[in-house]
């Protein structure tokens, strides 16, 4: 009995998995679709984090928040700098240390990229329903939760 339930488990996960990276995969290409042009979905996530947060974050903070390695959040910190989207300053107390906060114009396009997701995402969930999509967000969050505590 046991072998069953365990095969019934293991094919159950597989469907989960393979459902959440194909949405995963699609939502991308929405997103990436309805950004500004020139911003990219890592751009626009550290944007809306730093916004969000309203506070100054170390690059390695950001690093651990997105799950990446400091030299890609280094990179994508690069660009936003030089576009001008966000300020980077030394840390006054150990000079090896930045400090990475959201500038005037990058919360603007921060806000002009939610302005045009916000149409697009908001007519996925009335196409499959705001109760279907309340009653799932528990599970997401739980399924995040359980697969980040192994970092």
Do not use: C, Y
């Not at 903070?61 to 300053?89: C, D, P, Y």
């Amino acid at each position: 009995m046991t072998d069953a339930v365990d095969h019934q488990i293991e094919s159950l996960a597989a469907a989960l998995f393979a459902e959440v990276f194909m949405a995963d995969q699609l939502a991308r290409g929405v997103v990436q679709k309805a950004l500004p042009r020139g911003m990219e979905i890592s751009h626009f996530s550290v944007l809306n984090h730093l916004a969000r947060s309203q506070e100054e974050r170390t690059p390695a903070q950001l690093a651990l928040t997105f799950h990446v390695t400091r030299g890609a959040m280094t990179n994508t910190l690069s660009k936003l700098e030089w576009a001008g989207h966000v300020h980077i300053r030394p840390d006054w107390d150990d000079a090896r240390r930045k400090f990475v906060s959201i500038s005037p114009a990058g919360r603007a396009a921060r806000d002009a990229a939610l302005a045009a997701l916000t149409p697009v995402l908001s007519e996925v969930v009335k196409a499959v329903g705001a109760d279907k999509v309340r009653a799932v967000l528990p599970v997401l969050r739980e399924f995040r939760s359980r697969l980040g505590l192994g970092d």
